[in-house]
């Protein structure tokens, strides 16, 4: 039991950028746009945070340097997914496509730019992450906490959100009153780019010590499938999180545990897919996705 | 104004073609790339070095000519063309097939453990190890179309989720095999390797192997489906309009998991000519090798078609081998992911050139109604 105890802080520091994308990706497509860019998106943002982070640490910067880099690295993914949101909302792109093609892009762009920072194929070691608290939590975890509580107050409290919500599930009849589809859908694309950045950010200052192109590792899509696990509801996408985060740890940490060592490591890392794919067959029929989800809006048209 | 309708008619034949777009968006990544290399202080030349070496094994540097380069690209290009035809087979039928990575590992996988556990007859062992990788690419592409059909799963998610599924097991398959460590099993007998002595006296001992003939009787399987069969053209109408096939008595539930079974062939072929041909040893993946997310790429550029998916992976192999050469000339080889990507975000930005269109024809109609 003790050790189960032990494990939270480090199930948290996993789960948090998860959860944190999840939301994102969560409310891009309660407004109408698929984002399968957060793979990438996530990468660009950890990059751009620990080269941020190496700089300004060796600049002389001491704690500061770690929020700044965090900020630093969901300003870049706002910025990338900005091509995201050009390409399916004025453009009326295939978004699938779109999505791809960011993800090819980060994986170069994230280690040219290492290339030419640092001349290694990954970022410089930091010396110092993030630190944890008293009760060993880092401070993602209280982030994702606010990011989650802010989205559900923003996205079900506040008229903007139904606004955003309404232009998710018919955006003609939101035009209809006078919303202004395109400006709610920018809004929502760039602000799930930034939590993914923030998120990549959150990744590489407490799980690591640089970005390699190994420092993501599926965790995008992972937080793609927490969306549609948690029927693209804030309780559920937190919730689905929390489960696949937990069989990631497993995956790190099973080794504590005499009874889970028979098992290869690998069946922890597979769970999270295995068990959206399950549940997208047993609660398919029922569509809970925003029903203009992925559709490009063309005004006038029906 | 003659000759101003005259470029203007040319504007709408370039836009309108997919062929030319295709190379448009492929010479504005390389655009694009070049400016970024240049921004950053290299030479973009010794870019184009590197592509002119990696294409035609010539060295501009010292004028040294080496064969070796041309059957390295080509090697390199028969896994991209082969992902590309997985990407290609299921968009036809109106399908984005993101699954062309976890379709080639199980089918590297299968041909890894037929390769070292396979019977020790030339000839067909090799056979067999191909064969049960197309099957099983097959089987996994094909759960995605049943899924899809039957039960209204996107197919997006599903073979997100299926690739990364694809590569766990793979390792952990892989870590059982014999003389398994945490990155490579034994050697493969002889038996089971796709080496063709005389592609390897032609190119200098390069890795080109049988693979190659495999991918081109793929292309030519592929346009044949594809254009003279009854199966390709049910497939092509349910790529068109799933509701019309439908009513035209089209079996559509059938039509989207046959695609996505012979998709998951083509991948999972790719994999076992990989895992046989290109090296000499299995290997535990710790990683994606990335063939299947560019072939999403090739057969983009390549316009689903069975000559420009080709041509297009071609161009993309010629870009995997140039990036040792860039990294000998102090460019960084990322700017080869970075052009590729690039190429796919321009060509997800080409729905623009039909707003364009639509705006033009708008205004050169209102021009007439006013001068009327």
């Known amino acids: ?302 | 104004m003659r000759s101003l309708e005259r470029r203007e008619s040319f504007t709408n034949r370039l836009l309108g073609s997919d062929g030319a777009v295709s190379v448009l968006v492929v010479l504005l990544g390389f655009l694009v790339g070049t400016i970024l290399v240049w921004m950053v202080g290299k030479n973009p030349l010794n870019m184009y070095k590197a592509i002119l070496q990696s294409l035609s094994g010539y060295n501009v540097d010292n004028g040294k000519m080496n064969v070796r380069y041309i059957g390295e690209t080509l090697n390199y290009a028969v896994p991209f063309i082969l992902c590309g035809f997985s990407m290609a087979f299921a968009a036809r039928a109106g399908l984005f097939n993101i699954g062309g990575e976890g379709q080639y590992i199980m089918g590297l996988t299968v041909a890894q453990v037929i390769g070292l556990l396979g019977p020790n007859v030339a000839g067909l062992h090799w056979m067999l190890a191909i064969l049960g990788a197309m099957c099983i690419g097959a089987v996994w592409g094909g759960l995605v179309g049943l899924l899809k059909a039957k039960f209204e799963v996107s197919e997006v998610v599903s073979t997100i989720m299926l690739n990364y599924v694809a590569l766990y097991l793979s390792r952990i398959i892989c870590l059982q095999l014999p003389g398994a460590t945490t990155y490579k099993t034994a050697n493969y007998p002889e038996t089971a390797l796709l080496s063709n002595g005389l592609f390897r006296s032609l190119t200098n001992n390069s890795m080109l192997n049988n693979g190659f003939y495999l991918m081109l009787l793929s292309v030519v399987v592929y346009w044949f489906i594809m254009e003279k069969t009854n199966l390709g053209f049910g497939l092509r109408a349910t790529g068109f309009n799933r509701e019309a096939a439908r009513c035209s008595g089209i079996p559509v539930v059938k039509s989207i998991a046959i695609s996505m079974a012979i998709a998951g062939a083509f991948a999972g072929l790719a994999g076992g000519i990989v895992a046989l041909g290109s090296f000499r040893y299995g290997r535990v993946l710790a990683g994606m090798d990335n063939y299947g997310f560019n072939g999403i790429a090739v057969a983009l550029v390549g316009n689903n078609t069975a000559i420009g998916t080709m041509l297009a992976g071609f161009l993309f192999g010629m870009l995997k081998n140039a990036q040792a050469l860039m990294q000998g000339k102090q460019i960084p080889k990322e700017i080869t992911f970075i052009i590729q990507g690039l190429i796919v975000v321009f060509i997800a930005l080409r729905s623009a050139i039909a707003i364009y269109l639509a705006w033009r024809s708008k205004r050169q109609l209102q021009k007439e109604v006013l001068a009327k």
């Open chain 1, 1 to 302: 039991m003790n050790t189960l105890i032990g494990m939270i802080p480090s199930v948290l520091m996993i789960v948090s950028p998860i959860l944190i994308t999840a939301v994102g990706g969560m409310i891009s497509e309660k407004s109408g746009v698929v984002n399968i860019a957060l793979e990438g998106l996530m990468g660009i943002g950890a990059c751009a945070a620990a080269s941020a982070h190496v700089l300004m640490e060796s600049a002389g910067l001491g704690m500061p340097s770690i929020w700044l880099s965090l900020a630093i690295g969901a300003l870049i993914g706002a910025a990338f997914s900005a091509i995201h949101a050009v390409a399916a909302i004025n453009l009326n792109a295939d978004q699938t496509i779109s999505g791809t093609g960011i993800n090819l892009l980060a994986d170069g762009v994230t280690i040219f730019a290492a290339q030419i920072l640092f001349s290694a194929d990954r970022t410089r070691e930091f010396k110092m992450g993030m630190q944890t608290d008293k009760l060993g939590i880092y401070p993602t975890a209280y982030i994702a906490v606010i990011v989650v509580l802010l989205a559900w107050f923003v996205l079900y409290k506040l008229p903007f959100g139904m606004h955003l919500r309404a232009c998710g599930e018919h955006p003609h009849a939101a035009d209809s009153v006078g919303i202004n589809v395109k400006r709610i859908r920018y809004i929502a694309v760039l602000s799930s780019g930034l939590l993914a950045g923030l998120a990549g950010g959150c990744i590489v200052l407490t799980q690591t010590i640089q970005y390699t192109s190994n420092t993501i590792n599926g965790r995008g899509f992972i937080a793609l499938a927490a969306v549609s696990f948690g029927r693209w509801r804030p309780v559920g996408v937190t919730f689905a999180a929390f489960l696949f985060g937990t069989a990631q740890a497993f995956a790190i940490i099973a080794n504590n545990f005499p009874a889970l060592r028979v098992l290869p490591t690998e069946v922890f890392n597979i769970l999270p897919y295995v068990i959206t794919l399950i549940a997208l067959v047993v609660f398919s029929g029922k569509n809970y996705a925003p029903r203009a989800n992925g559709k490009p809006y063309v005004k006038g048209a029906s």
